[in-house]
């Protein structure tokens, strides 16, 4: 199903969550980020790859 921008700017607030994931009975973990908007269940990302946005500069 191909994206679709919203019809009007969006004002709607986002929630992020993050998340240390075990995997292998404790022998690999990694972190993982979520961003979602509490509006509308269809507008949700999640990465694996979480870094500091200060890191990026």
């Known amino acids: ?3 679709q921008p919203p019809d009007g700017p969006s ?3 986002l929630e992020s969550e993050a ?4 995997v ?3 022998a690999d973990s990694f ?3 979520s961003i979602e908007s509490p509006e509308n ?3 949700w990302l999640i ?3 979480v ?3 200060e890191s990026m500069r």
């Open 19 to 22: 998340y240390h994931i075990t």
């Open 31 to 33: 972190c993982a980020l």
């Open 51 to 53: 870094t500091a946005l």
């Open 24 to 26: 292998d009975d404790g």
């Open 41 to 43: 269940d269809q507008a």
């Open 11 to 13: 004002s709607a607030e």
């Open 1 to 3: 199903m191909p994206s």
């Open 47 to 49: 990465s694996d790859t």
